[in-house]
């Protein structure tokens, strides 16, 4: 079957940086994407890794190793209203997405 | 900007009731889905559609269909509700164009089945 880990629960001081780790197992692999979501609101695209490597996007940094089925989102920096929750997700077919069960990001002063 | 808007915040129904979910999007995206979300379960996808008149089954289609007869409107529909399909529905769209990766996705609709 198919699966992505990510830890359930984050916690981390205002202006620090925090890693969010995703270990994926899929039956194809096109690329990894990142969501953010708050409480009672959508979730809103944050990134896109198809090759290996780090993607920079402001504070937010997102990394992609495919030999390992392993990628990151790297939030430096860290604001409170960064406290939401965030999705790994692996293009599994093309536009076809499968998510992880998030990571809850707790910012605190 | 991109809007994708859902017929409903919040919806009750009763068990056995025939349930229709609407989604449309302004952007001329191809790509349409319908998602369930629950707590623990993250975002787990129910159909999709590539274009009008087209379906594929997600990861978790039983005791669900779906309906796409003009591109900018995807409906979901509850042939017999039941209290497990008590959920967060979240519709979301997407473009063909190249290096396009995004799902953009609506509010959502709470969904109870009593």
């Known amino acids: 079957g198919q699966s992505l880990e990510q830890p359930s629960e984050v916690t981390a001081v205002e202006g620090a940086i925090v890693q969010i780790n995703c270990t994926y197992q899929t039956s194809g692999f096109y690329g990894l994407s990142w969501y953010q979501q708050h409480d009672g609101g959508a979730p809103t695209f944050l990134s896109y890794?198809?090759?290996?490597g780090l993607e920079e996007t402001g504070r937010f940094s997102s990394f992609l190793s495919r030999s390992d089925s392993y990628g990151y989102l790297l939030l430096q920096e860290l604001q409170m209203k960064d406290s939401a929750s965030y999705f790994c997700a692996a293009e599994t077919g093309a536009n076809n997405l499968f998510f992880g069960t998030g990571t809850r990001l707790t910012v605190i002063p | 900007d991109v809007k994708v808007t859902q017929s409903s915040r919040y919806l009750v129904k009763r068990t056995g009731e025939k349930v229709f979910l609407e989604c449309v999007q302004d952007?001329?995206?191809?790509?349409m889905f319908w998602y369930r979300q629950d707590p623990g379960l993250g975002l787990r996808l129910i159909y999709f559609?590539?274009?009008?008149?087209?379906?594929e089954k997600g990861d978790i289609p039983e005791g669900y269909s779906v309906s796409r007869e003009k591109k900018e409107r995807f409906s979901l529909i509850l042939e017999s509700a039941s209290t497990n399909q008590t959920s967060m529905y979240l519709c979301?769209?997407?473009?063909?164009?190249?290096?396009?990766?995004?799902?953009?996705f609506g509010p959502g609709t709470r969904l109870t089945v009593t």
């Open positions: 890794n198809a090759l290996d």
């Open positions: 952007m001329d995206h191809e790509n």
């Open positions: 979301a769209s997407s473009s063909n164009l190249a290096g396009n990766y995004e799902q953009y």
């Open positions: 559609s590539y274009d009008v008149k087209m379906k």
